[in-house]
């Protein structure tokens, strides 16, 4: 039940925005009885947390699929609404599992020795640069998704242990040729 809630209080948002989310609205169009609302998330503050808490914890099929929700987690689009110390801990956690791969894409070598926070900081930048820009329906890509595809690897292809060595042959070899 639990899940249908959340869904129901997403398309809610998605289609009606802030003003939208009620207990009472959000019952009914999952199907359930208010006291549902009560019995799983115990107000409308707590659905719309665990809306904020899934969002990262799905990030861009999320963001696709329920871009308001996706406002609620960068852009505070419901006023009044402040995170609780868990739910920021959810999206700080979020951060540090992407903080986390780096750390270990830097032991294999993978990914140049640095700061893994500031490089996390770099991805988590631009990924949520090109999935804003997606929302807004501003880009100049047919395909997104092999978009998205492509930028994540071009992010990581610049970060590599090899970045800098590939970036001084071609600086080199560009010299060479005028």
Request: aromatic share 8%.
């Amino acid at each position: 039940m639990g899940a249908a809630l959340l869904e129901a209080a997403a398309d809610i948002l998605e289609n009606e925005g802030p003003d939208g989310l009620s207990v009472r609205r959000i019952a009914a169009a999952a199907g359930v009885a208010p006291m549902g609302v009560y019995n799983h998330f115990e107000s409308k503050s707590g659905i719309v947390e665990a809306l904020f808490i899934q969002g990262f914890q799905r990030y861009r099929a999320l963001a696709l699929a329920h871009p308001m929700v996706y406002q609620l987690m960068f852009l505070n689009v419901i006023p009044g609404f402040e995170p609780s110390e868990h739910a920021l801990e959810v999206a700080g956690g979020a951060f540090a599992n992407l903080v986390a791969a780096v750390q270990r894409a830097m032991a294999a070598g993978v990914i140049a020795d640095g700061s893994a926070t500031d490089t996390a900081h770099m991805i988590w930048a631009s990924i949520h640069g090109w999935v804003s820009l997606e929302l807004m329906g501003i880009g100049f890509v047919e395909d997104q998704a092999a978009g998205f595809d492509r930028v994540c690897k071009t992010i990581l292809a610049g970060l590599s242990a090899n970045a800098d060595a590939d970036a001084s042959s071609r600086v080199a070899a560009n010299r060479g040729a005028t």
